[in-house]
């Protein structure tokens, strides 16, 4: 009797565990930066972001502001960001347009690809380590597959968002409003990179220093 007592008790208190356990962790999402026209306060408010984007250039060899530009432009650093609804008959809710989901609004299909190819089989779309790699990887990709620079913010977010196909095709071409927007990331990551020019020694320093001398 004291045993069955006992794991009718313990079970409650597993399950309130996991519970508060969950409610934690999903309390923990970073909101988005307070200054997004800033790289350097994003940094400075979330000095992990700038680690893992470092790692990421690293990695693929992507300049920061561009996979930053294109990642504002896709989500506006909102871990949770989904697309628009699709509606039927245009008036009843009906799914998403996509499946892009996350920080970088990666699709299902091609993040699969990616964790697949990389062996980063944990990796999460509400992760910004793992979406910011995803993004230099995708980078990497149409560098070596459309010949478009990694440098080139307007041409890298015309492959992200028509993929590397729709590039060949020129499918953007008929869409005047994309060609707008691929501008508009393009100047963002121009201005983003002369911030981080301004900024990125600073940024380097590790938190010893930072706890003593900054």
């Known amino acids: 009797m004291k045993q069955g007592r006992q794991s009718c008790i313990t079970k409650p208190k597993a399950m309130l565990a996991v519970t508060v356990l969950a409610l934690s962790l999903a309390g923990c999402a970073t909101p988005p930066p307070s200054e997004p026209d ?10 992990d972001w700038y680690d893992a984007a470092e790692d990421a250039r690293e990695r693929w060899g992507a300049p920061i502001q561009v996979p930053m530009a294109m990642m504002y432009q896709e989500s506006s650093f909102k871990h949770d960001a989904l697309p628009p ?9 009906w799914g998403r347009v996509s499946s892009a989901y996350g920080y970088s609004q990666a699709k299902t299909g091609t993040w699969d690809d990616y964790k697949r190819e990389t062996g980063n089989s944990w990796a999460s779309r509400t992760d910004f380590a793992d ?55 393009k100047q963002r990551a121009s201005t983003y990179g002369a911030q981080l020019r301004s900024c990125e020694e600073d940024l380097q320093k590790g938190w010893l220093w930072r706890l003593f001398f900054g």
């Open 85 to 93: 609804r699709d509606y039927l008959l245009g008036f009843i809710p």
């Open 38 to 47: 800033d790289i350097c306060e994003i940094f400075y408010e979330n000095r």
């Open 131 to 185: 979406a910011i790699d995803f993004m230099g990887w995708f980078i990497y990709k149409t560098h070596s597959i459309n010949g478009v620079s990694k440098w080139d913010a307007y041409g890298q977010y015309l492959n992200y968002h028509e993929g590397w196909g729709g590039y060949q095709r020129k499918s953007y071409l008929q869409k005047p409003w994309l060609v707008k927007v691929s501008r508009i990331v």
